[in-house]
């Protein structure tokens, strides 16, 4: 069946530092990808989306790109804040169905220190 | 409110108990999903609901469980004589077209 598998954390960085956080998928068909965060105390909240090959979701610094070669979707942001200390998760909607069921990876803990 | 609103917040619950956890949709929206996520893990999908009609059940662990969404808004899940592997923070997630929106979940705890 459809997975979602990112890297395991904790990722612990400095502020400003570059961050990678991997995600990889393995799904039938041509999935919807995303990135959801959770920040403490707070319900999940969608981050960037891709819905199909070689699309590119940005948000607030982020952002992801859909490779359908590797069946990746990494996370990246060039310089990190204090703020964005949160659970990362990396999710597909699998092409069919037409609603949009989501199935999470574990998800990742960012801790970024001042 | 502005958000999907779900209560309670936390549950605590003896074995063998049964439970019932609201979820508040934002007004208008469509679809309605619920989610269970254990400890250090992701959410898991249990089920969907497009109006008032239950169209994925497919995630539900067992008959235990069982969800309602009687008039196309509110939703009911409901968990018959809990069992300690039922702990874990139950997601409900509503959306209009693509993107859903998460509430901030129910801990049920059973001991």
């Known amino acids: 069946g459809d997975s979602v598998t990112q890297m395991e954390g904790p990722v612990t960085l400095s502020e400003e530092a570059f961050l990678t956080i991997n995600c990889t998928y393995t799904?039938?068909?041509?999935?919807?990808l995303f990135w959801y965060v959770q920040y403490p105390g707070e319900g999940l909240q969608l981050l960037l989306k891709a819905t199909k090959a070689d699309d590119k979701g940005s948000n607030k610094g982020f952002e992801a790109t859909y490779r359908k070669e590797t069946t990746s979707f990494h996370l990246e942001k060039g310089s990190v804040q204090v703020s964005d200390s949160a659970v990362y998760f990396c999710a597909l909607s699998p092409d069919s169905g037409g609603y949009n069921k989501l199935i999470f990876g574990a998800g990742t803990r960012l801790a970024v220190h001042p | 409110g502005a958000g999907v609103s779900q209560s309670p917040r936390y549950k605590v619950a003896k074995r063998g108990q049964d439970v019932a956890l609201r979820c508040d949709p934002i007004?208008?929206?469509?679809?309605l999903f619920w989610y269970q996520q254990a400890l250090g893990q992701g959410p898991e999908f249990l089920t969907y609901f497009q109006n008032e009609a239950q169209l994925d059940k497919s995630g539900l662990p067992s008959d235990r469980f069982f969800a309602e969404r009687p008039e196309g808004s509110v939703s009911t899940l409901k968990i018959q004589r809990t069992q300690q592997e039922d702990s874990a923070v139950y997601l409900c997630?509503?959306?209009?077209?693509?993107?859903?929106?998460f509430g901030q979940g129910t801990r049920l705890t059973v001991v």
């Open positions: 799904a039938t068909g041509y999935p919807s």
């Open positions: 007004s208008g929206h469509v679809s």
């Open positions: 997630a509503s959306s209009l077209v693509d993107e859903a929106f």
